[in-house]
């Protein structure tokens, strides 16, 4: 049976998780973690929970997420973190930057490294690649089929997991940047502003951009980026037969009580211990709870229709359906009350909702006043199958007509039902093991305390010596309890006691306070010689990478070659590199720019004069048939040198696209095609596989920090596209990067793009029956009165704003001086020549944004 895993995004949520049957919890720590305002836990409150998840039999276990994308400036705080890890021992960590992945294989292996659904794998040459990159789990895209997970689970000789059930992104989890780019909040650093549960409108093409907002065609607001839930839970048993070794709950921003009732629920349904009537009461608990309308998303196939999917009427928490709206009525004191009928019994403090036909957020309020209708007399509690009427709010409420969806949207009977055990921390020995050797002696006590740490492979032994006289004991035989006693006694500290060996071959006293001050002398040093040990490890790993250390300043000595542990696959390291632009893999001549152009393969392509302005042309070849490739390529011949041409692959293949894909690949290869670029890692392994030269990556391989970008080096990446979503501090700190491993892929700047804010595998839903892939794309308006543009590219669906990425007017100040033009997701293709000339002429271009270029991101 697989694993039922259940999030945790604070300490209560562990417990409930637990209590009600997880194997298994997921959470994170108050860095690095894509759930950053979730509770969130600290070092010490972990090492209370994987004590107590190692009570269990079989023990429980915990995985932590350290999954954000990862800036320059923070390595040294990663490596503090994971240090920190690695001494807690969890289960494993969730992780979706290369770099961060590269600094655990090296430096701390004994954290078992598991892929992060933000790393995109939607077919088996994903996982591959990331088994082969160490990682002993993959979480999937949660857009796959049942077909795909189990051909991956099949193939891909490594354990996978999926979700099962909780909130669903509209975008592909890790490739979205619309809330980084709207908000400077992104998603890839946990601080996502939730952008697709926003108000958009569809305006009639016709209307002037000022009068668009407001306008739609029955002046709704509509949602049509808001994902229903996802909830396998009616597919379950086929989800666990496919083979995957563990079932993901989603949910690290909700409460312990939703936590305890869904995992409740899925491990009742796992073990098959639910009647339907059971499980529909259950469904409704967690409802009530929370709970959008919930959709089995493409597990059963890729066609799922938009509306399945997707709710563009009404966003947020509904409930579980009681019943509908029979009246309002107005009393003589002048109290207005919701009369229905409801199905689920009801009690004083439970919540109502009712959801509006106007659409958006649902009408809610508490259950103040209860009374079955027709009765003057409140109640406290009324049976299910009552019609009854609850009072309504004073002040101005929406019109509720007849026939309103009515829903319980807070329970007390299920609050009743799952109410939390405390967790008793005496009952736990959390701290690291410390064995003890106790002399005592005529002159006193001399204690010697032994730990393992995992940054050396000796153990760390410090002495301490208790200055005294000694006389002999009136009651021998109970020496070594009292010394037993006061050596175990270590509440409140980082260790716990292991063993003890007590010698004391003249039968000597020693008073408790004695042995005590003692105790306490040999774990103050044994700390010491831990921190300095761990600082040591931590500022030898900075070295490695060329970073400063907050633990050694820079002219220190070096420290111990045991403080760095590196994997065996390590290569030995070269002298330090002296040249920032060498380091970069810059051009020699840094005052002379080369510009690429990119371009979707189908495009027309620009003028002859306006492409002669660029060194390379890299051609996106999507999915494209190998006779419509063949054609295009020709096309492109006639106007280009191949040795400018370069082909490009997309940044995500379903399985059923795969094959076709690589067999295009081979062909166009053996033809003469050599010059190709990647955009994930599936691409990577697929270009270099069978010795192939070099490849270029796009954005979407992301390397923000000189650890990732070293790592796709050593994949074989010669050049990278820098992320649109990160800041120029960050460029210009890995430009001027110096990494004693070698010369770091160079960098390529964008300059101007439609940056795909959304990549999406469902169309845009909207309340009309607008059609959302008309030409030149479907335009949308959000309520600030930016636009946008959908557009329907090799299967996907691209979400764009109708405002450009572009940073032309900072070319010269940037610091590399490699500069790319991206009109690959450009939603018209009616090239301006003069545009192309104006951007590499560094001005500035009207109607066009930085994103977080000068504002940073978080």
């Not at 209307?207 to 509509?222: I, K, V």
């Not at 392509?605 to 020709?634: K, M, Q, W």
């Not at 190709?676 to 270029?696: F, I, M, N």
């Amino acid at each position: 049976m697989p694993e039922l895993l259940a999030p945790a995004g604070g300490f209560d949520a562990v417990l409930a998780a637990f209590q009600y049957g997880a194997d298994a919890v997921y959470l994170g720590l108050s860095h690095f973690s894509a759930r950053a305002e979730a509770d969130n836990l600290t070092p010490d409150r972990l090492r209370l929970l994987l004590a107590y998840a190692r009570a269990f039999c079989p023990p429980k276990r915990i995985y932590v997420t350290v999954n954000t994308l990862v800036e320059d400036a923070e390595l040294p705080h990663l490596i503090e973190t994971l240090d920190a890890l690695d001494a807690l021992g969890p289960d494993g960590v969730i992780v979706q930057d290369l770099g961060m992945a590269r600094l655990i294989r090296d430096h701390f292996p004994r954290l078992a490294l598991h892929a992060s659904t933000q790393m995109a794998v939607h077919n088996t040459a994903g996982a591959i690649a990331l088994r082969e990159l160490g990682f002993t789990r993959v979480v999937l895209a949660r857009e796959l089929t049942l077909d795909e997970i189990r051909r991956i689970v099949r193939d891909a000789d490594v354990e996978i997991e999926v979700f099962v059930h909780g909130a669903l992104c509209y975008s592909v989890s890790g490739l979205c940047l619309f809330s980084s780019h709207m908000s400077g909040r992104s998603g890839n650093r946990g601080r996502c502003a939730y952008c697709c549960r926003e108000a958009f409108s569809a305006p009639d093409p016709g209307l002037q951009t000022s009068d668009r907002r407001t306008s739609t065609s029955d002046n709704r607001p509509a949602f049509p980026f808001s994902m229903r839930d996802l909830a396998l839970a009616p597919l379950l048993d086929a989800v666990a037969a496919t083979g995957v070794q563990s079932l993901k709950i989603e949910g690290r921003m909700k409460s312990p009580l939703y936590v305890a009732c869904v995992t409740d629920f899925y491990r009742r349904k796992l073990d098959g211990t639910l009647t339907p009537d059971a499980e529909q009461a259950l469904i409704q608990d967690v409802q009530t709870i929370f709970s959008r309308p919930w959709t089995t998303l493409y597990a059963q196939g890729p066609d799922a229709p938009p509306h399945t999917v997707i709710d563009p009427v009404a966003i947020g928490h509904r409930g579980a359906r009681i019943g509908s709206a029979a009246a309002v009525i107005r009393d003589r004191t002048g109290t207005r009350w919701l009369r229905f009928t409801s199905s689920r019994a009801l009690e004083k403090h439970d919540g109502l909702q009712v959801e509006l036909a106007t659409g958006g957020k649902p009408f809610g309020c508490a259950v103040n006043l209860l009374r079955a209708a027709g009765s003057t007399r409140p109640a406290v509690t009324l049976p299910a199958g009552t019609t009854m009427e609850v009072a309504l709010p004073d002040e101005e409420i929406p019109v509720i007509p007849q026939g309103t969806p009515v829903f319980c949207s807070s329970s007390q009977a299920v609050r009743r039902r799952y109410a939390l055990h405390a967790l008793r921390e005496a009952d736990f020995d959390t701290g690291h093991p410390v064995a003890f050797r106790v002399t005592l002696s005529p002159d006193g006590i001399a204690v010697r305390a032994e730990t393992h740490t995992f940054a050396c492979a000796a153990p760390l032994c410090a002495e301490a010596a208790l200055q005294m006289t000694l006389t002999p004991s009136r009651q021998p035989g109970q020496t070594a309890a009292a010394v037993r006693k006061a050596f175990s006694r270590l509440g409140g500290t980082v260790w716990r006691f292991d063993s003890l060996d007590v010698v004391d071959p003249e039968s000597l006293y020693a008073p408790l306070s004695a042995l005590n001050e003692s105790r306490r002398l040999a774990l103050d040093r044994l700390e010491v010689l831990w921190n300095a040990d761990h600082a040591a490890r931590r500022a030898a790993i900075a070295e490695t990478w060329g970073l400063p250390s907050a633990d050694r300043p820079p002219d220190s000595p070096a420290p111990p070659a045991c403080a760095v542990q590196q994997s065996v696959s390590a290569a030995p390291l070269p002298a330090a590199l002296t040249s920032a632009p060498q380091a970069a893999g810059l051009p020699a001549d840094v005052s002379k720019p080369t510009w690429t152009l990119k371009l979707r393969i189908d495009a027309p392509p620009p003028s002859s004069e306006a492409l002669c302005g660029f060194a390379h042309i890299v051609l996106a070849i999507g999915h494209t048939a190998y006779d419509t490739l063949e054609r295009n390529l020709n096309a492109w011949r006639a106007l280009a040198e191949r040795s400018r041409l370069r082909l490009a692959l997309p940044p995500l293949t379903r399985i059923r696209e795969w094959d076709p894909l690589a067999s295009t690949v081979r062909i166009l290869h053996d033809a003469g095609w050599t010059d190709w670029e990647c955009a994930d890692l599936a691409g990577l392994r697929l270009l270099t596989e069978g010795g192939r030269p070099p490849v270029s990556a796009d954005w979407s391989l992301y390397a923000l920090n000189r650890v990732a970008l070293a790592e796709l080096g050593r994949l074989g990446v010669r050049q990278a596209v820098f992320s649109p979503e990160a800041s120029r501090d960050t460029l210009r700190a890995l430009c001027h990067a110096q990494v004693p491993a070698g010369p770091l892929p160079a960098l390529e700047a964008l300059v101007y793009q439609h940056t795909p804010l959304f990549l999406s595998a469902t169309a845009p839903c909207l309340p009309s029956d607008a059609d959302p892939s008309p030409s030149g794309g479907l335009h949308l308006t959000d309520r600030r009165g930016r636009d946008f543009r959908v557009l329907h590219l090799d299967n996907r669906w691209i979400t764009v704003a109708e405002r450009a990425f572009c940073i032309a007017e900072r070319t010269q100040e940037c610091p590399t001086r490699r500069f790319r033009v991206d009109l690959s997701w450009s939603p018209d293709t009616a090239w301006d020549d003069r545009l192309l000339t104006a951007l590499r002429s560094g001005e500035q271009i009207p109607n066009t944004h930085r994103a977080n270029t000068d504002r940073g991101f978080c």
